[in-house]
Antibody, heavy 122, light 107 residues
């Protein structure tokens, strides 16, 4: 069964750092495209970052230069290193496998992890 | 950035009703559109990808249409488990963007 399990969330003071983990089973993270998506309390979904199988990465402007996506192939795990955290980064963070069929113009997030809550507050 | 605008923001409907949710992109995105369903406290669930392809295991009462800038999610006959929030999302170009969501409530 394909599954994602996030961990690492918690309460952190503004300006602090946190690393989220996303452990995968049933598929190989290193040969997949992966994304992070967040959802602030009571709000909609916001795409955060993307990593290709070749390691190239993309970020939302709101987190660029503060967040870094990476992976550990030996642990089959995706990470999101979050630095210089702000109150507006408070959200549930989801990781998702990203599948693409370029010839059909299709790309989608599935499955999603259960999410991990990050609260940035003093 | 490509803006995704959903309408309506909320809708009240009854079991058995046909419901249509629209999503408009600020520029053409071909078929690079997916639809998700989210229930409170749960992760989003993929319904439709490529604008009109039904994800395996999703009931056939869900369907998607559209290409370019205008897209539609149709639920042909609402069931009690369909009351949730629905999001569209474009994957035509980075940064990927979601619509603001449509909350489907019981009338």
């Amino acid at each position: 069964e394909v599954q994602l399990v996030e961990s690492g969330g918690g309460l952190i003071q503004p300006g602090g750092s946190l690393r989220l983990s996303c452990a995968a089973s049933g598929f190989t993270v290193s040969s997949s495209y992966m994304s992070w998506v967040r959802q602030a309390p009571g709000k909609g979904l916001e795409w955060v970052s993307f990593i290709y199988s070749d390691g190239s990465t993309y970020y939302a402007d709101s987190v660029k230069d503060r967040f870094t996506v990476s992976r550990d192939n030996s642990k089959n795990t995706l990470y999101l290193q979050m630095n210089s955290l702000r109150a507006e980064d408070t959200a549930v963070y989801y990781c998702a496998r990203t599948s693409r069929i370029a010839a059909a113009g299709s790309e989608w997030f599935d499955p999603w992890g259960q999410g991990t809550l990050v609260t940035v507050s003093s | 950035d490509i803006q995704m605008t959903q309408s309506p923001s909320s809708v009240s409907a009854s079991v058995g009703d046909r419901v249509t949710i629209t999503c408009r992109a600020s520029q053409g995105i071909s078929n690079w559109l997916a639809w998700y369903q989210q229930k409170p406290g749960k992760a989003p669930k993929l319904l439709i990808y490529g604008a009109s392809s039904l994800q395996r295991g999703v009931p056939s009462r869900f369907s998607g249409t559209g290409s370019g800038t205008d897209f539609t999610l149709i639920i042909s006959s609402l069931q009690p488990e369909d009351f949730a929030t629905y999001y569209c999302q474009q994957a035509n170009s980075f940064p990927y963007t979601f619509g603001q969501g449509t909350k489907l409530e019981i009338k």
